[in-house]
């Protein structure tokens, strides 16, 4: 049985695991590498700010999905609050169960509750895009813009 609930300091090592592999895993890697310590220090920071939420998927107690989301005004009209999906990440055992569609409501519901008027999901631009689109898509969202990004150093 998988459960989803909020990230907690003890989770920091487990999360700092999935972490480092999703962000092995992302076109972003090649540009901006990661580092475990500032991140965790990141993530720990979001478990108390009131406009994030950090989550984790468990299943036989190990943590095998984890998530973020933030809330935030809109910039050209800030009266509207919105919320993104920072990363979404489940371990490639993890993928193809419930794991998934659970964090994915989880972080939906949660940003209802704050009141955001619209979801902001990613999709990387990696060999699974097209499956990630069709997720989306089929869960209600529809493609509003692409991500570029040049490495300046």
Request: charge should be negative; glycine fraction near 6%.
């Amino acid at each position: 049985m998988v459960v989803v609930r909020e990230a907690v300091v003890e989770d920091m090592p487990a999360y700092m695991d999935l972490a480092a592999a999703f962000v092995a895993s992302t076109p972003v890697s090649s540009i901006i590498p990661f580092d475990r310590g500032s991140t965790e220090d990141f993530v720990v920071g979001a478990l108390d700010n009131p406009d994030m939420l950090v989550l984790v998927a468990e299943k036989e107690g190990a943590v095998v999905g984890i998530t973020a989301a933030l809330a935030y005004p809109m910039y050209f009209n800030p009266s509207k609050l919105v919320a993104q999906e920072l990363w979404w990440y489940l371990a490639p055992d993890a993928r193809g169960g419930p794991a998934a569609k659970l964090l994915f409501q989880t972080i939906e519901k949660w940003a209802k509750t704050k009141g955001a008027e619209a979801m902001f999901m990613i999709a990387l631009a990696d060999e699974r895009v097209d499956a990630v689109a069709k997720v989306y898509k089929r869960n209600g969202y529809t493609p509003v813009e692409r991500t570029y990004a040049k490495g300046l150093i």
